[in-house]
Nanobody, 123 residues
Framework: QVQLMESGGGSVQAGGSLRLSCVAS????????MAWFRQAPGKERERVATLSNNGRTSSEDSVKGRFTISEDNAKNTLYLEMNSLKPEDTATYYC?????????????????WGQGTLVTVSA
């Protein structure tokens, strides 16, 4: 059973940085597509970045050049390095997984949702 636990959120001013972590357990981490999603109050959950099981990364246009997804396979840990944060990045951030290639990036195809970690960016 996929189990994921996010951490690293906090409150920062615009232009600041944070690094989120997601520790995975209960499955063969290296064979899964891993993703970061976020959900702002009153908005739908949206994909932020993905790391495929073959090492490819992709991210939404709104975070390109500012956010970097990476992993440490030895630690079964996924990271999201966030730089040049903006107030519109304020949201609860979640990591999630799906077996095999990433394919569709809709949240319903992913599993292992944790409680998320809150990121608040003030102007």
């Amino acid at each position: 059973q996929v189990q994921l636990m996010e951490s690293g959120g906090g409150s920062v001013q615009a232009g600041g940085s944070l690094r989120l972590s997601c520790v995975a357990s209960g499955y063969r981490y290296s064979r899964y597509c891993m993703a970061w999603f976020r959900q702002a109050p009153g908005k739908e959950r949206e994909r932020v970045a993905t790391l495929s099981n073959n090492g490819r990364t992709s991210s939404e246009d709104s975070v390109k050049g500012r956010f970097t997804i990476s992993e440490d396979n030895a630690k079964n840990t996924l990271y999201l390095e966030m730089n040049s944060l903006k107030p519109e990045d304020t949201a609860t951030y979640y990591c999630a997984a799906r077996p095999g290639p990433c394919g569709s990036l809709l949240p319903r195809y992913f599993a292992g949702w944790g409680q998320g970690t809150l990121v608040t960016v003030s102007a």
